[in-house]
């Protein structure tokens, strides 16, 4: 039998990226690829995102996260994720402890601060953006990545090249057009996702900038296919935006499911403000892990 069986789980939702907790701490278990797969697989746990919560590593921190994709892969940052696991330690009575300071969290990619703004919105420290071609990571070096060339050219849309790569703390690449939504996500994101100058993939944007302070986006995730928001895609979007300088380092980024506010603060942080839902609680039934080591 999986130690995950019969595990209390949240089903929540950021602007309608879908998001399942799972609390481990005060345990050693490490959830597997497959058994994120037999988890997303059950409707009442389904998630784009999972997030798990570890006990802390670093002195000063309230939980370390590991992030799954539907796919079993694991993320090293997932904005929504991380405002949804804030509420969870702040307000649900399982998991929730007292904390008399803003919590932190932490990923393999870094320390996350989140601070609660109201009853259900919240603002994650998302941490510089990594924009060295190594760091994100690219095949080729590139001196500036505000501009990269992919292997993959779409003969039915030409325009989609010469996009931005940014990382933060997972990869993103943002492509700039006209009109966000005249895309078909479901195939041509997984072609880019996969291209082979992107040596760990990469979450597909694709943006459209409508003003110095608004940006539209929609996002083909890694691990995971087209969602109602990624938090992490609209920070990488933001920072290239701002860097190419079709925007200033403060924008309000709409995705399907909802806007997000992001700022580039002057210290290099990428703050990221948005809201929280909690769907219901469950238990992982046990016949979820049959066959799933
Ligand atoms: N939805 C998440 C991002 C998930 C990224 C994941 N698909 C990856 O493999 O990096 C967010 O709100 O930031």
Redesign the pocket.
């Known amino acids: 039998m999986s130690a995950l069986s019969n595990s209390r789980f949240l089903k929540m939702n ?1 602007l309608g ?1 879908e998001i399942t907790v799972l609390d481990l701490r005060g345990s050693l278990h490490r959830v597997s690829p497959a058994e994120a797969r037999a988890i997303a697989a059950d409707p009442r746990s389904r998630f ?2 999972l997030m798990v919560l570890h006990d802390p590593v670093t002195p000063g921190t309230d939980a370390y996260m590991r ?1 799954y ?1 539907t796919d079993g ?10 405002r949804c696991v804030a509420w969870a330690m702040t307000v649900d009575p399982v998991m929730s402890r007292p904390v008399d300071r803003d919590l932190v969290l932490e990923t393999k990619a870094g320390l996350l601060p989140v601070e609660r703004v109201s009853d259900r919105v919240f603002t994650v420290d998302m941490g510089p953006p990594r924009l060295a071609w190594n760091d994100i990571p690219l095949r080729d070096p590139y001196p500036d990545t505000r501009t990269i060339a992919l292997d993959t050219r779409l003969t039915n849309a030409p325009e989609l090249q010469g996009p931005s790569a940014v990382s ?1 703390g ?2 993103h690449v943002i492509f700039w057009v006209e009109d966000a939504l005249a895309y078909d996500l479901g195939a041509i994101g997984p072609v880019f996702e996969h291209d082979p100058a992107l040596p760990e ?1 990469a ?1 597909i944007s694709f943006a459209q900038v409508t003003g110095p302070e608004h940006i539209v986006l929609r ?1 083909w ?4 296919g087209a ?1 109602r ?7 990488a979007t933001l920072v290239a935006a701002a860097r190419k300088g079709l925007t200033g380092r403060r924008a309000v980024v709409a995705l399907p499911g909802g806007d997000l506010v992001i700022e580039w603060r002057a210290d290099n942080h990428v703050l990221m403000t948005g809201p929280t839902e909690l769907e219901h609680e469950g238990i992982l039934s046990p016949a979820l892990f049959t066959g799933a080591a």
């Open positions: 950021g990226n784009d995102q992030i994709n892969s694991e993320s090293g940052a997932c904005g929504n994720g991380t933060m997972n990869p993939r979450n996002v995730e890694r691990g995971a969602t928001a990624c938090g992490s895609a609209a920070c």
